[in-house]
């Protein structure tokens, strides 16, 4: 076994001690209700159960990445697959972090399935070394990449957290008009999670299925010169064609569902490299998502935010509030300095500019405003509890789009890292 | 507002307009808040604000305006919206074309989003006079906030007074009660020594019953340390803007050539361009033949003009200053200068040609004679040849008027006129179009047009040792960015003021023996489950054993 077959099955590893872990945390919260025995000793005896599982997970993480490191002879760090799973290490860094100052196993109920869809989101993406380009040939590909990741996982933390608190505050039983209004939000960031579920679904289905399409498209593009060309390009479709890329023809197309050629056309304005197979992800995403809902909702006969609110009963909201600030408050320093300065430091030196107002610069600027104009809601006007919750998640939100959606949808100088 | 008009507390210590809570002895000042049970707000320690004026002016109404936190979270707010918008469609100073024009590209491309986006100006979104002036108004603002907070905050914090009133301290978030046996002097006393353990700084006041146990105050002073690195950073960001302060300009260098670099004294030489692609060893399955490149890269030999710079009719003199490959993440830097690698151009250049003249009659050939594309001589022999240049072209092409004419400068499809004597010619000679390239040749029919003569003589190269040519062009981007070292002692500060606001905090523990009824409080601006911790350790050890999270008094705000 070499390394990186070493690697890839620490991954794996990692991903099952994780669910394992989960399936833990889950345990030690309903054994309190269940169990027989001293439900305090319950709780101390299976959340450490759980806490060495989800370490354990993380340590196999660790091999994954170190062992990736030494094979490839680069730092994992450089594209769409890497980058990812290196998110998920540090969503568990961050969370083993938190947990060593607050001691609360329970966050691990919702950090942990986060890292676990993140590193399912990860393995959409081609796994291979890719030798680096000329413009990642630095150290700083090292130190830039891994802080910002650090940083970001803190505010997923912080997320997951304040997530957990809108689920444990909100009331279901609540029928004024603010009731009902937080009750519907809170459904539709549970079912924005579903959606991402969802994508992970549809990109394993097809794949497994061996789905594809191809087509031809023709891109008329003005040249710095203002010269116009036109080039015909094939684009390579891995589920089934809902939308098809901007101005071309169906070369070869699976039948899925008696769908031979795309339903619709990706409009012109999309204009990420590949917007058209994007675009179609994004939609097959939806609807596999919602069907997931849908049958979720089936089953429980009521919304899922009052089925998860009184599994978290036992929980002081209070700790909950305090552990999503001091999460972003711990992450937010790390950001400045990872997804910042050190990415002005290489700018500085690859393009010769530390600034440029390129769309990933500008969306890291903000995210660094968003999180600290949380900072100063939550020292200066006071907001605590569900405003700040709810603050969260929207910044998790924003940092989902600056990691994922600027390089789906804004042609930049990141785009390199290609998203399926 | 209304402002109490008598601003003495019970203490004797005589407070400013504005005071919160008495900056000696921690008594709310304002009647509501007196009565009131909830626990106190503790922001800058109740202390008046310097722009909490009796009667404002207008100077006092502006600074009141940038002094106001919320107006500053406006602010960010309205900025990172308007940064977003910008990123919608790219900005036009993405494009380098001189012949771009947004007005035309933006509908033309994206339709009526396009049009809308061009004529509300986002196609320059961050050049635009309202997105410098929201970074303007909040540099503004970071300074007149910290100003307005930081002095009467450091005054607060240095004549801060051990005994306290009962009312701050039952109204902290973190309080406890609870009667007393014992000696109260030995009881604060061994409390103090618990809390010293934990690093805080102790003292007791000269009764031996009130206590003030203090750490990290210096955490206190981080968010304006920060500021201030922020107010560099705004700042380096507009001095870009000063005129030299910011070179960004972009020069192409053909293989072997030398060429000024715009603006300033210096000379670069490109020893020569290389792509180098990674072999199908190093790449992944999927990737074999893709031609990944490895690395780009350029040879460079920087000079410096010491005599007959900018000078039209002499050649400057030159000193070999600098040497360096540059590679995409390896610039030139010399002094402020940079040169980075930005793009290249693989077409050869062809620059000279030592071509033979053939007398096609006989067969004999004489030469060569040496011909080169820039600054050409003008008279040349070859056997019983003498050639006379009297015309060339560096770009030949026909316009529409059927008339030869020249698109450039550069030597894309060269062309030379001669005027040839020489045996079997007539004898003021006659006139000979010379196409050095092969390709020129045919596309312009030399042949046809130098009718007879073509049946007499030719002008041919033999070999390829016989041309000389650049085998690539390099662009380089030049840049000088003299604010750079500045953003980056801002963003020193700005870290340290993180680091020191966010990994450290200020906590404070204040108590009070009256009677034998203990009574304790205790305040930090962040991390209250470690204050608790604290507090609960202290008591511990003198032999009170409780739940920390009991010391909570409902406030609990992070």
Known sequence: MNWLQFSSTSLSAAFFLYLFATVFYMVTLAGKKWSKGDPKQHEARWGKIAFVTSTLGLIAHLLFFFTRWIGSGQIPTSNMYEFVTLLGMTIMIAYTIIFFIYKKALLGMFALPLAIIVIAYASVFPSEVQPLIPALQSNWLKIHVTMAALGEAFFAVGFAAGL????????????????????RWLEFTLISIMIVIGFIIAAFGFKGMGYTATFQQENASVSQVGEITTTTSTVEYTMPPIFKPYNSEAVEVQSFLGIQDGLLETPSWFNGVNSGRKLNTVVWSIIVGLLLYGIVRLIIRKPLGAAIHPALEGIDPDDLDEISYRAIVIGFPVFTLGALIFAMIWAEKAWGRFWGWDPKEVWALVTWLYYSAYLHFRLSRGWHGKPSAWLSVIGFVIVLFTLVGVNLLIAG???????? | MLLPVNTKCECGHQNAVGTVLCEACGKPLEKELLESNEPLEMRYDGVARRSQKANPDLLDKIWNFFSSVKIAIYMIVLTFIGAMLGTIYPQASSF?????????????????????YYFLGLHNTYSSWWFIALLVMIGTSLVICSIDRVLPLYRALNKQQIRKHMSFLKRQKATYSAPLAGDAVEWTTQYGQALRKKGYKVTIDETGTALLAEKNRFSRWGPYINHIGLILVLLVLLARSIPG???????????????????????????????????????PEE???????????????????????HDDFERPALTEVHRHTILVNSPLRYKELKLHQFDFNLTPRINAVSPMIVNLETGESYGPFHLTMVEPELNYEAGPYKLELIGKYMDFSINSQGEPITLSNNPNAPAFIFNIKGPGLADNGEVYMYFPLEKDKVRFSQDVINRELSKKIAIKVEGMENVDYSAATTYLNIRIDKAAKYLWVGAFFCMLGLTMGTYWQHRRIWLRIDDGQLTLGAHTNKNWYGLRADVAFALKRCGIELDPKSLDNGGHKG
């Open chain 1, 413 to 420: 100088l990141h785009s390199y890292a290609g998203v399926n």
């Open chain 2, 287 to 309: 990737l074999q033949n893709s031609g990944r490149v490895k690395s780009y890269k350029t040879d460079i030999v920087l000079y410096e003009c010491t005599e007959n710079c």
């Open chain 2, 96 to 116: 380098l074309s001189n012949t771009f024009d947004p007005s035309v590209y933006y509908p033309e491309t994206y339709g009526l989003p396009g049009k809308i």
């Open chain 2, 245 to 283: 302060w910011n070179v960004d300009q972009y020069v192409s260098i053909a293989d072997g050539d030398t060429v000024p670099i715009a603006d300033t004294n210096y000379y670069a030489k490109s020893e020569g361009f290389k792509v180098e692609l990674y072999d199908n060893e190093e790449l």
């Open chain 1, 164 to 183: 957990m608190y809108l689920l444990r505050v909100i009331d279901f039983k609540d029928t004024s008009k603010n009731g009902k209004r937080a009750q």
